[in-house]
Structure formats: structure tokens, C-alpha cells
């Protein structure tokens, strides 16, 4: 029942995100979170670095879509400034926004990937709709206080999956890290 939980890769940040694999394995788009993936939750500002980042996945070809429960204002400010489309009130775990995406991207499942930070939504709605799924540490600790709370239930997920050894990185980790 936990692996619809599980991602199927872990990385710290979109910054540790392989683009060589995920291109060599037929994956064309991104769908990434905003809060806590792109930037943080209580913040109005982009890291250069994830900037550049964004900017090298779209120069080496990859589509991205923004899929973020936040409210459409704050969402349609960044997709703008970055050129890229978004969807917001997303209601992750639903696979509405993921299927969603998928259309807006014109791709298949397995041409995606899903990255975001919290297992019981990004991780969740991505293993529903099929899409490979990347959970990456969240970038700030400020969050939500239901996302708070929600994050101890994941720490406990979290644990029990790297017991069992179904944590994993891209190409250049061992299973089981
Ligand atoms: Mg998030």
C-alpha cells in the first residue's frame, strides 16, 4: 500500500536532478512544484541558481509545467517570469492537474517526471497518473501548519521506505542510499 507513497528517485534539490538521465530515458517534461521545489514556501524570490536551472532544462529541450496548490496569483507571477505555463489550486493528490499537465505538455505518462517535495501530494498524484516521480528535500522549513503536521506522517513514510531500502537516486546512486 506504502509504494503508491514511494518516489521512484530522491535528489536534494532540482539542482541534483540529473538532466542527462532522465533525457537518456525518453523523459521530455517536467512537472515541477513551486513551493518548497522552486522556491521557498514564504518567499517571493527565485535563487539565481534555480533560474539557471529552469533555463538549462528548457536550452537542452525539456518542456516544464508548474503544478502547485498555491493560489493562481502568486503561481502565475512566477510561471510568467520563468515562460512557462502553470497551473495553480492544483489540489494535489488528485490527477486532474497532473493529467492536466500531461495535455498542456502534449506528452504520455512515462515521457514525464513529477518533482516536488511532499510525498502525499506531488509524490502521491504523480504515482496515480503513472509519471516517474523525484522527491527532493523542501527548500525552506517554513510551511503550512497543516503541511507541517502532515510532515511527520511523511518523515515516518520516509523512514520505513529507506528501511526497506526503495530509496534511490539517478544513475549515479546505488539503490538503497
Ligand atoms: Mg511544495
Known amino acids: 500500500m506504502l509504494m ?9 534539490s532540482v539542482l541534483d536532478i540529473d538532466l542527462e538521465d532522465l533525457a ?3 523523459i521530455k517534461g517536467l512537472i515541477v512544484d513551486l513551493d518548497n521545489t522552486l522556491m521557498g514556501w514564504d518567499s517571493e524570490e527565485m535563487s539565481a ?6 533555463a538549462k532544462a528548457r536550452e537542452r ?7 502547485s496548490n498555491a493560489l493562481e496569483e502568486r503561481v ?6 520563468l515562460g512557462i505555463p502553470a497551473i495553480s489550486n492544483a489540489v494535489k493528490p488528485r490527477k486532474r492537474p497532473f493529467k492536466q499537465a500531461l495535455r498542456l505538455l502534449g506528452l504520455a505518462p512515462e515521457e514525464a517526471v513529477v518533482i516536488g ?8 498524484g504523480g504515482n496515480r497518473v503513472g509519471v516517474h ?6 527548500i525552506s ?25 526503495l530509496l534511490h537516486g539517478g544513475r549515479a546512486s546505488a539503490p538503497g542510499r
Open 4 to 12: 503508491i507513497l514511494c518516489p521512484d528517485q530522491v535528489a536534494k
Open 24 to 26: 537518456d530515458r525518453g
Open 49 to 54: 541558481q534555480v533560474r539557471e536551472w529552469v
Open 61 to 67: 529541450g525539456f518542456s516544464l509545467c508548474i503544478t
Open 76 to 81: 502565475r507571477s512566477v510561471a510568467h517570469s
Open 117 to 124: 517535495d511532499q510525498i502525499f501530494t506531488d509524490i502521491l
Open 133 to 138: 516521480t523525484i522527491l527532493i528535500q523542501p
Open 141 to 165: 522549513k517554513n510551511e503550512l501548519c497543516t503541511t507541517k503536521i502532515m510532515r511527520r506522517l511523511e518523515r515516518r513514510v520516509l523512514a520505513w521506505l529507506k528501511r526497506k531500502g
